[in-house]
């Protein structure tokens, strides 16, 4: 059974970074894209970047365009999400995500698209 893990959550001041993990475990043969989304309290989940098996194709939210950026390192079968220049706004639960295609050539905005979840972890932003 696929499982995806995240970890490196915490708080940050705005203006800082943090940068945030995601372990996959019982997939290893890299073939999967993978995400990242985040869910504010009282919100629905929003996406906030993609990468493709490899890492040669990402895309990202445009609220998060120039400040988050998402790589995978299939040898680690990890991906990471750097975030800076955060702001309270980016303050939520980022959840990564899997879904079982080598490419990004879906609807990845939307989470009814990928195949499994971590349980996520939390990001705080304070001013």
């Known amino acids: 059974q696929v499982q995806v893990v995240e970890s490196g959550g915490g708080q940050a001041q705005t203006g800082g970074s943090l940068r945030l993990s995601c372990k996959v475990f019982?997939?290893?043969?890299?073939?999967?894209?993978m995400g990242w989304f985040l869910q504010a309290p009282g919100k629905e989940r929003e996406f906030v970047g993609v990468?493709?098996?490899?890492?040669?194709?990402?895309a990202s939210a445009d609220s998060v365009k120039g400040r988050f950026t998402v790589s995978r390192d299939n040898a680690k079968n990890t991906i990471a999400l750097q975030m800076t220049s955060l702001k309270p706004e980016d303050t939520a639960l980022y959840f990564c995500?899997?879904?079982?295609?080598?490419?990004?050539?879906?609807?990845?905005?939307?989470?009814?698209?990928?195949?499994?979840w971590g349980r996520g972890t939390q990001v705080t932003v304070t001013s």
């Open positions: 019982g997939a290893n043969d890299g073939d999967y894209a």
């Open positions: 995500t899997l879904r079982l295609t080598s490419h990004i050539r879906f609807d990845y905005h939307s989470s009814r698209q990928y195949d499994f």
């Open positions: 990468v493709n098996w490899n890492g040669t194709h990402t």
